[in-house]
């Protein structure tokens, strides 16, 4: 059996502990506060009796999964035997850099090392290591083992059979790979929602409408084409003869509003101020920890629907297929 160390015990080192053990993985949990070990292990066991419902917490009886996860009273331990490894320690790169000079020493020879960072690049704590070729970006969607994104980034000295094995491993855990050619600021999955939060932040900021008005724009009405397909299909299907005919009608317009769009702002204190009292009144700060398990209720459901729905639809015969 397969052994993967999960360096990092916060929220998303825990959701990986899950993705991992689902897919029949031993799994071993070190973080340096304790605490944050055993919070990572009770969450395992409650998402996974949340998930039993969903038929999403793996082939195994829940006991039997939980029964691969231990955890490990220090780094060296946990990197003992792994056959991967994946980083989830704080974003900060001072942190990373000095975890992974350490890292640099312990990991054995031909095992990778996956950083579920959002937004620093390999390069920024691998530089200069034994270890760099065998280094990358593995940053999965939060939380991973309800969302199966996850983004594939090499640093300019990862190993091209790295990036193939890492992305066989996650699709064998169940999550859906997409590999970058190289190191871009956000990669792709942020910087498609930095453009969406800038936009949503102005609207606000120019009281064109509410924060809850434009969270309503998309979960009433774009999330729900985005959430089975992404936006070029969006807009080929959006034309009678496809993509290139909906670019010459409204490419104009887009493009307008690019113009509109070109100058970043900020995002003030009382800008961030005035949304963040709009949130509390709909959702108390008290409040918040509810709601998040309210959501994981919510995506999990919907992720098992879609799966239900998607392969209904590709069993149903199409007007080409008669």
Known sequence: MSRIAIVGCGVVGSSWALVFLRAGFEVVLFDAAPAARENAAAFVRAALADLRDQSMAGPDPVEQTIGRLSLAGSLEEAIAGATYVQESAPERVEIKRELYRTLDRLVPPNVVIGSSTSGLPASSFTEGLATARRCLVVHPINPPHLIPLVEIVPSPWTGASVMEEVTTLMRRIGQS??????????????????????????????????????????????????????????????????????????????????????????????????????????????????????????????????????????????????
């Open 177 to 322: 790979p997409i590999r970058l050619t190289r190191e871009i600021n956000g990669f792709v999955v942020n910087r498609l929602q930095s453009a969406m939060l800038g936009e949503a932040f102005r609207l606000v900021e120019d009281g064109i409408c509410t924060a809850a008005e434009v969270d309503a724009a998309v979960s009433n009405g774009l999330g729900l084409r985005w959430f089975f397909m992404g936006p070029f299909e969006t807009i080929d299907l959006n034309a009678p003869t496809g993509i290139a005919e909906y670019c010459r009608n409204l490419g104009p317009m887009y493009q307008g509003l690019a113009k509109e769009q070109a100058d970043p702002r900020a995002w003030s204190a009382s800008l961030v101020g005035a949304v963040e009292a709009e949130r509390r009144q709909a959702t108390p700060a008290e409040g918040l920890a509810l709601r998040r398990s309210w959501r994981d209720r919510c995506l999990a459901a919907f992720v098992a629907a879609k799966r239900r729905v998607l392969a209904e639809a590709a069993a149903t015969p199409t007007e080409k297929d008669a």
